[in-house]
């Protein structure tokens, strides 16, 4: 009964550890100190079994001594299962040879100390302390040595794998956010320097005007973009050197507004880069802006009900070749979303819909 108490609260404790929360935790802060701790807490435990089954048996010194050759013979067997027929088969999802090599290597192991721990260390049994008690303990305690081997090498590996992925995933999403942050239109630059460089022949404050919005957003793209947040007025600041790098290419005919209620707010308030910039970006792409006749774009930005609210009403092309190439970064809102998740999960409403009367409507609310 007290062996089957052991086992129980043996497999409580292990579960315990490997409890979601506890183990990210633990994992967290020093994974490999972790598992070298199960493997000491177990063989603790496992001495006191070994110490309290076998000391009807044997009286000291020889029980001191038995139970150190039995936990040295099982550091053997529990590594030769955790090391090498959980990765070997198990995780190959070769389960029928684990299960195989598991039994023999209980059998072997059980035979080994039925013969000779009886002969080395000089047992007596009689009708009280029957040799059956003692088959009973050896193969009690060399079952556990399989059980629990097996448990934490199949559940250490598993979770290793899991972390993996998420690792994976993780450094997939920052490469993600990474691209977004960096994304900057380099045919819009390009574009645009050229545009200066013929202006300059023929220079005029159109052209100064130029040099110095493009300056202003290559200071953004450059630095502003590697941050985890800027504040309002940076993101803005953004925005209005885009704006008048269009005005100014199509000399100021461009029907785009920014309408900014609450401007003390806009030192305040952090959000991560981009998000706004590219919901405007996105705006240019399909608004056909400069291209045809009565299109627009028009920003609002307010703190409204404790929550920031961005929209951008727009106009949509009619003729979508004509856009086509303009200003198209192959993100858009997919990014914006993800960056929203990560900073925002629960916190945030975002709607990107047609509107009435071949209109595009773009709404962002983030709770404060």
């Not at 040879?97 to 000089?122: K, M």
């Not at 934490?152 to 899991?162: A, H, M, P, R, Y």
């Not at 202003?216 to 450059?222: G, N, S």
Request: glycine fraction near 4%; aromatic fraction near 14%.
């Amino acid at each position: 009964m007290f062996l089957v108490i052991n086992i129980v609260l043996i497999l409580l404790v292990f579960r315990v550890l490997f409890s979601a929360g506890i183990l990210k935790r633990l994992m967290d802060y020093h994974w490999g100190l972790l598992l070298k701790f199960q493997h000491i807490f177990f063989f603790l435990v496992f001495a006191v079994i070994i110490f309290f089954t076998e000391n009807y048996f044997l009286d000291v010194p020889e029980l001191i001594w038995s139970v150190l050759s039995v936990l040295i013979f099982n550091v053997g067997i529990y590594s030769l299962v955790y090391f090498y027929l959980v990765p070997e088969f198990y995780l190959s999802n070769k389960y029928p040879e684990f299960i195989l090599y598991a039994l023999i290597s209980f059998l072997v192991s059980s035979l080994f100390r039925i013969l000779l721990e009886p002969t080395v260390f000089n047992m007596t049994f009689n009708e009280a302390l029957s040799n059956t008690k003692f088959l009973y303990n050896v193969y009690t305690t060399q079952g556990i040595v399989i059980l629990v081997a097996s448990f934490l090498g199949i559940t250490k590996d598993k979770f290793l794998i899991e972390q993996d992925f998420k690792d994976l995933g993780e450094e997939k999403e920052q490469l993600y956010l990474d691209l977004l942050k960096s994304k900057m239109n380099p045919h819009f630059l390009l574009n645009t320097l050229n545009n200066i460089y013929s202006k300059s022949f023929q220079p005029s404050e159109n052209t100064s005007e130029s040099i110095l919005q493009l300056s202003k957003l290559l200071q953004y793209v450059i630095y502003d973009t590697g941050k985890e947040k800027i504040s309002m007025a940076q993101e803005f600041s953004s925005i209005k050197s885009l704006i008048g790098l269009y005005q100014l290419k199509y000399n100021n005919v461009l029907n785009i507004s920014l309408d900014i209620h609450n401007e003390e707010t806009l030192e305040l308030i952090d959000v991560p880069p981009s998000v706004c910039l590219t919901l405007f970006e996105n705006a240019l792409k399909h608004s056909a802006v400069g291209i045809e006749a009565d299109s627009y774009i028009h920003m609002r930005y307010q703190i409204q009900d404790g929550e920031i609210v961005f929209e951008i009403r727009n106009s949509v092309a009619n003729r979508k070749n004509l856009v086509g190439n303009m200003n198209d970064s192959g993100l858009g809102n997919e990014a914006v979303m993800n960056i929203l998740e990560k900073n925002y999960a629960g916190k945030f409403i975002f709607i990107s819909q047609p509107a009435e009367d071949n209109n595009y409507q773009t709404v962002l609310k983030i709770k404060l």
